[in-house]
């Protein structure tokens, strides 16, 4: 097999980490199209909101991963709720799973789902998982998501952060450690704490987060406390609603 028999590329979500190099794949797959959600179509096309709001976002981190390169619209195709691909004998099917991005997709093969950041960070060293959240985060919809995925038989979650895990028992997991996480964000911002100061606070309460956090390589950095920020943005839309 050689690059240009690939035939499709099939991204979960387009932040820079997962899919800032796609322009790069589809130029070395001259064959392929990529599979992306309907929300996301137009800026893979037109990448220059897609780079900014990065950029936004990451700080210097968006320089590490580069700007991307547009992917012509022949090229892509608009992924809805439902979407199922033929790969032959087997398929693979698209859940729209958004919360931790608006245009983010777990995809179903057979039993086993790739779930990019839909189910947060699995760090198998430590047998823990923890949220990851962007800077506009719906911890509404991410819960709603998780329940989507446990609704599924599936036999593993498929992570991009950090590989394999069995999904017995795991999403109900999650979803009690992202209710654990907004809870204690909720009551710091109640004290007007910072987020480096909630954060503080969630490095002595969860056990394995202050090591994940020594672990992570330069463009991860500062994962656990954009989280933090995502679920205190989430909050204060809220409390301003009211």
Known sequence: ???????????THIHLDHFGGGGH???SCENAKALVHPKAYKHVSEIDAWWEGSRDFLGRVSELYGKPKPITQSRLISAEDGYELSLGKQSIKALHTPGHAPHHITWIYGNDA????SAGLWYPDLD????????????????????KMESINLDFLLYTHFGPRSAKNTLSQTAKEFELW??????????????TQILDILFQQRPGLLESNKNHGVHQSGTHLGT???????IRRENEKR
Not at 114 to 117: A, E, Q, T, Y
Not at 129 to 144: E, I, K, M, N
Request: hydrophobic share 40%; proline share 5%; aromatic share 10%.
């Open 1 to 11: 097999m050689t690059l240009s028999d690939i035939d499709y590329i099939i991204p």
């Open 25 to 27: 794949i589809m130029e």
């Open 114 to 117: 790739f779930v990019g950041d």
């Open 128 to 147: 823990s998982s923890f949220p990851v959240t962007p800077g506009y985060y719906r911890h509404d919809l991410a819960l709603q998501s998780i329940e």
């Open 182 to 195: 907004m809870g204690i964000v909720k009551e710091g911002v109640a004290r007007n704490l910072t987020s």
């Open 228 to 234: 933090v920020e995502g679920m205190m943005g989430w």
